[in-house]
């Protein structure tokens, strides 16, 4: 239990997980009524229009990748993230007070999405990198692991607090009301030691935007792992649409949208805190969970009741948030420091941008056909994601290839060399997999590391 939360023992990771879990509540609060406020008071049950709001919301996280991701490399990100919690708190509170005064309508709210869309794609890459600023290398996977268990646990208790919210007084309350959580995460950002942070990496060139480009280009693994998190967030992970039209067709109000958002949020908790509790984030275990998501959302597709309905979600939580943050730690682990926020914002960007183009079809496929075939969609779009990472794997060997050793070492002569201090060297490539020694000749290396420093070749 004590190695789940060991990322807690720093001061910085305590603070910001409180900030971070209040302000995850208003976020799911918004979400919940925003789709809702879409489907049931600006149309007449269009799922379609559910598809484009949510399509405009991720479009820029797409369409922005390379700025948003140089960006969180060349700024400071607890300042950037104190500017884009600020803008989104500010929309949030005037798309609520337009509510309240009946002034909004479909096309406004339109531009609503796309701007919080904008202001998500800083936020987002900044955010996600800042939390391996927080802890140290080796912690690094379970903070990423305890962050989501953060946002999903703030999961269980948002949606349904909107349902309720507005059952009681309307839509409106719940936008000024994330407003107001949003003030938790900038006094988070606020009381921050600065000093405590890891130090940033800024590797020769790391200013150009096309670097984390080209970095992902020659990791196969990476591409793989992308392609199925495409799959998986265009099509799969369409979950207000869902569970939106779901609770309309067993005729329940927005408590019924919100408990059902709740009860998937059950499962995606077990499936963060798992996380948590493992070393490492393995390619594998990303195949595994998108192939029980594939297997889930078949079966919820299937359920005759409402209730039987809400308990196959806590298993495609699971399976979801599995695949997810074990994908989201490899990625974190396994990058460059001094191209984290570029690798990772292009990793946001493919997970959320695929939603511009998956949930109007999703939307669609719900209006025409019904909702429970538009989870069929999602579940098959899963098992194509599932069969092309079990292929690459089988085909590169990595089932049978001891993890610390997939990638191998190489040194360019062609580039001139420098002479490095040792220990600065070691904080570079500690968020890296780790080169595997022969057991007899890892004492010598590592007596001869003590007394001479290590040569690496130098960026032109």
Same mark, same amino acid.
Do not use: K
């Given at each position: 239990?004590?190695?789940?939360?060991?990322?807690?023992?720093?001061? %910085?990771?305590?603070?910001?997980?409180?900030?971070?879990?209040?302000? %995850?509540?208003?976020?799911?609060?918004?979400?919940?009524?925003?789709?809702?406020?879409?489907?049931?008071?600006?149309?007449? %049950? @269009?799922?379609?229009?559910?598809?484009?709001?949510?399509?405009? *919301?991720?479009?820029?996280?797409?369409?922005?990748?390379?700025?948003?991701?140089?960006?969180?490399?060349?700024?400071?990100?607890?300042?950037?993230?104190?500017?884009?919690?600020?803008?989104?708190?500010?929309?949030?509170?005037?798309?609520?007070?337009?509510?309240?005064?009946?002034?909004?309508?479909?096309?406004?709210?339109? !531009?609503?999405?796309?701007?919080?869309?904008?202001?998500?794609?800083?936020?987002?890459? !900044?955010?996600?990198?800042?939390?391996?600023?927080?802890?140290?290398?080796?912690?690094?996977?379970?903070?990423?692991?305890? %962050?989501?268990?953060?946002?999903?646990?703030?999961?269980?208790?948002?949606?349904?607090?909107?349902?309720?919210?507005?059952?009681? +007084?309307?839509?409106?309350?719940?936008?000024?009301?994330? /407003? +107001?959580?949003?003030?938790?995460?900038?006094?988070?950002?606020?009381?921050?030691?600065?000093?405590?942070?890891?130090?940033?990496?800024?590797?020769?060139?790391?200013?150009?935007?096309?670097? /984390?480009?080209?970095?992902?280009?020659?990791?196969?693994?990476?591409?793989?792992?992308?392609?199925?998190?495409?799959?998986?967030?265009?099509?799969?992970?369409?979950?207000?649409?869902?569970?939106?039209?779901?609770?309309?067709?067993?005729?329940? @109000?927005?408590?019924?949208?919100?408990?059902?958002?709740?009860?998937?949020?059950?499962?995606?908790?077990?499936?963060?805190?798992?996380?948590?509790?493992?070393?490492?984030?393995?390619?594998?275990?990303?195949?595994?969970?998108?192939?029980?998501?594939?297997?889930?959302?078949?079966?919820?597709?299937?359920?005759?009741?409402?209730?039987?309905? !809400? +308990?196959?979600?806590?298993?495609?939580?699971?399976?979801?948030?599995?695949?997810?943050?074990?994908?989201?730690?490899? +990625? *974190?682990?396994?990058?460059?420091?001094?191209?984290?926020?570029?690798?990772? !914002?292009?990793?946001?960007?493919?997970?959320?941008?695929?939603?511009?183009?998956?949930?109007?079809?999703?939307?669609?496929?719900?209006?025409?056909?019904?909702?429970?075939?538009?989870?069929?969609?999602?579940?098959?779009?899963?098992?194509?994601?599932?069969?092309?990472?079990?292929?690459?794997?089988?085909?590169?060997?990595?089932?049978?290839?001891?993890?610390?050793?997939?990638?191998?070492?190489?040194?360019?002569?062609?580039?001139?060399?420098?002479?490095?201090?040792?220990?600065?060297?070691?904080?570079?490539?500690?968020?890296?997999?780790?080169?595997?020694?022969?057991?007899?000749?890892?004492?010598?290396?590592?007596?001869?590391?003590?007394?001479?420093?290590?040569?690496?070749?130098?960026?032109?």
């Amino acid at each position: 239990m004590t190695s789940m939360f060991r990322s807690f023992a720093e001061y %910085n990771y305590r603070v910001w997980f409180v900030g971070a879990f209040v302000s %995850n509540i208003g976020t799911w609060m918004q979400a919940t009524a925003l789709s809702w406020v879409v489907l049931t008071e600006l149309t007449n %049950n @269009d799922a379609g229009a559910m598809g484009v709001t949510m399509g405009l *919301q991720f479009a820029p996280p797409l369409l922005l990748v390379s700025v948003t991701g140089w960006v969180a490399d060349r700024f400071d990100r607890r300042r950037l993230m104190m500017i884009t919690q600020s803008v989104l708190l500010m929309l949030g509170t005037a798309i609520g007070t337009m509510l309240l005064l009946g002034a909004m309508t479909l096309p406004l709210m339109y !531009a609503f999405a796309l701007a919080l869309g904008v202001a998500g794609a800083f936020d987002t890459p !900044a955010r996600q990198a800042f939390v391996s600023d927080l802890v140290s290398r080796t912690d690094a996977s379970n903070a990423v692991a305890l %962050n989501s268990a953060s946002f999903n646990g703030a999961r269980m208790i948002g949606p349904a607090a909107a349902g309720l919210v507005i059952v009681a +007084v309307g839509t409106g309350w719940v936008f000024l009301l994330n /407003g +107001v959580t949003f003030v938790a995460m900038i006094v988070a950002l606020a009381l921050l030691r600065p000093g405590s942070l890891v130090p940033r990496v800024r590797a020769p060139g790391a200013a150009r935007l096309a670097d /984390g480009f080209r970095y992902v280009a020659g990791r196969p693994d990476l591409l793989v792992m992308f392609v199925m998190v495409f799959l998986l967030g265009a099509f799969g992970m369409n979950f207000p649409i869902f569970a939106s039209t779901m609770a309309l067709e067993f005729g329940r @109000d927005a408590d019924g949208y919100g408990l059902l958002s709740s009860i998937l949020a059950v499962g995606s908790l077990a499936g963060a805190l798992m996380a948590a509790r493992r070393e490492r984030a393995r390619l594998r275990l990303v195949v595994a969970g998108i192939g029980l998501f594939a297997a889930a959302a078949a079966v919820a597709a299937a359920m005759p009741t409402y209730w039987l309905y !809400a +308990v196959t979600l806590m298993a495609t939580g699971f399976a979801v948030v599995t695949a997810l943050t074990t994908a989201n730690g490899y +990625v *974190q682990t396994t990058t460059d420091p001094a191209l984290r926020g570029r690798v990772l !914002a292009l990793y946001m960007a493919i997970l959320m941008g695929g939603t511009p183009l998956g949930a109007p079809i999703v939307g669609w496929v719900a209006a025409e056909f019904g909702p429970r075939t538009a989870m069929l969609v999602g579940a098959a779009a899963a098992a194509v994601a599932c069969a092309v990472g079990a292929v690459w794997m089988l085909a590169s060997g990595r089932l049978h290839r001891h993890e610390s050793r997939r990638f191998a070492l190489t040194i360019d002569l062609t580039r001139p060399l420098e002479i490095v201090d040792p220990e600065a060297f070691s904080d570079e490539v500690a968020a890296t997999t780790p080169i595997g020694l022969p057991a007899e000749s890892a004492p010598h290396r590592s007596r001869r590391s003590r007394s001479r420093p290590l040569i690496r070749a130098r960026g032109r």
